[in-house]
């Protein structure tokens, strides 16, 4: 027997298949903005539906129209969808925030991925980048900034005369024409951002944490982080099986 789980990003969907040990076997992703089209939906989800499945299906979701979508599809093939707020996830994560229903459940998956760690700070590259705090195995809260592609694409949409860059990992010096200047704006900027929100975060709550990367440009920022750090791109996911594993 396999199971299914998937995180629906603002960007991306990831689907996993596990085994039967809650393992990832394999995995999927496609265009969260995708999903809305029939025929390309269909075609996608075949690749997995035959996998002989457990008809419960488990997400995390901070797209209520695609979670939507999916959970009608999966409706109909007799699967049961579940959206993991509608688990009782504290049961295996303490939550103290103040607005639990503001809290995003790729944040929950993400802490509950990573409770091994006890203390823990997971950062997430994706749409948005988030640093999440994970305190004696308590989820304590977390900071929110601007996405980097996001803020590439907007910088580039805004502007007549700047280009859109891809960015580099590399960067000896400032730049010498704009395509460089941008990439050291970004690049820099963002290795200050992320290791000062760091050291506040350290700061405040007075704990050494184990780092965990995650998301498109985890790889990128490693090496740019003044702490030690683990990438990880399939905490997630883990964070998703377990929840699926105790509380299904």
Known sequence: MNYLVGDIGNTLIKFSVLDNNYKIKNSYTIETKKIVNDKIKRFFLK????????????????????????????SQKKFKVFEIKDLHVKKLLSIKVRNY???????????????????????????????????????????ISPGIKLSISNLNKSTALLPLINLKKKQKSFGKNTAEALNAGFLWGYEGLINNIIKKIIFKT???????????????????INKKNIIDQNITIK??????????
């Open 239 to 248: 964070g998703l099986a377990k929840i699926f594993k105790e509380l299904i």
């Open 101 to 143: 229903n503001q809290l995003g459940s790729d944040r929950i998956a993400n802490a509950v991925g990573s409770l091994k760690y006890k203390n823990c700070l997971i950062i997430d590259f994706g749409t948005a980048t988030t640093f999440d705090i994970l305190k004696n195995c308590v989820y304590v809260g977390g900071v």
């Open 47 to 74: 690749k997995f539906l035959n996998k002989d499945l457990n008809n419960n299906v488990v997400f995390s979701s901070v797209v209520p129209k695609a979670f939507n979508i999916l959970k009608r599809y999966f």
């Open 206 to 224: 007075k704990v050494n944490y184990k780092i965990i990367l995650t998301g498109g440009y985890a790889k990128i920022f490693s090496k740019y």
